[in-house]
C-alpha cells in the first residue's frame, strides 16, 4: 500500500532552516509529481510545493517563494523540502502528498515550529 514517512520537523528559532524528507513506498515513486502541504492551527491545509516525476519542473506558494526548496531522489524515493530564512508563520504541520488517480495520498505530517 501507498505509504509516506516524512521526517525532519523541530523547533527552530526565525530565521534558520531545517530540511523535512518524505521516504514513499508501494508505487512508483519516478512517475507521479510530489507535492507539500502544510496546516497551521485553526486554519484550512494549503500547497507550498510541487515537483513533477522527473524532478525537472517545480512550483512555489507565493509564500514560500525564494525561500524554500522543493527536491527529490528518485533513487531513493524520497522528496526533500529544504526551508531557509524560516518565519513564525511557517509554524504548522506539514504533509507530503501524492495524486494518485483515483486517490489522493498524504503522510502523517512533520510539525515545525518556529520561534520568534
Known amino acids: 500500500q501507498v505509504q509516506f514517512v516524512e521526517s525532519g520537523g523541530g523547533l527552530v528559532q526565525a530565521g534558520g532552516s531545517l530540511r523535512l524528507s518524505c521516504a514513499a513506498s508501494?508505487?512508483?515513486?519516478?512517475?507521479?509529481?510530489m507535492r507539500w502541504y502544510r496546516q497551521s492551527q485553526g486554519k484550512e491545509r494549503e500547497w507550498v510545493a510541487l515537483i513533477t516525476s522527473t524532478g525537472g519542473s517545480t512550483n512555489y506558494a507565493d509564500s514560500v517563494k525564494g525561500r524554500f526548496t522543493i527536491s527529490r531522489d528518485n533513487a531513493k524515493n524520497t522528496v526533500y523540502l529544504q526551508m531557509n530564512s524560516l518565519k513564525p508563520e511557517d509554524t504548522a504541520m506539514y504533509y507530503c502528498?501524492?495524486?494518485?488517480?483515483?486517490?489522493?495520498?498524504w503522510g502523517q505530517g512533520t510539525q515545525v515550529t518556529v520561534s520568534s
Open positions: 508501494g508505487f512508483t515513486f519516478s512517475s507521479a509529481t
Open positions: 502528498n501524492a495524486l494518485l488517480l483515483p486517490m489522493n495520498y
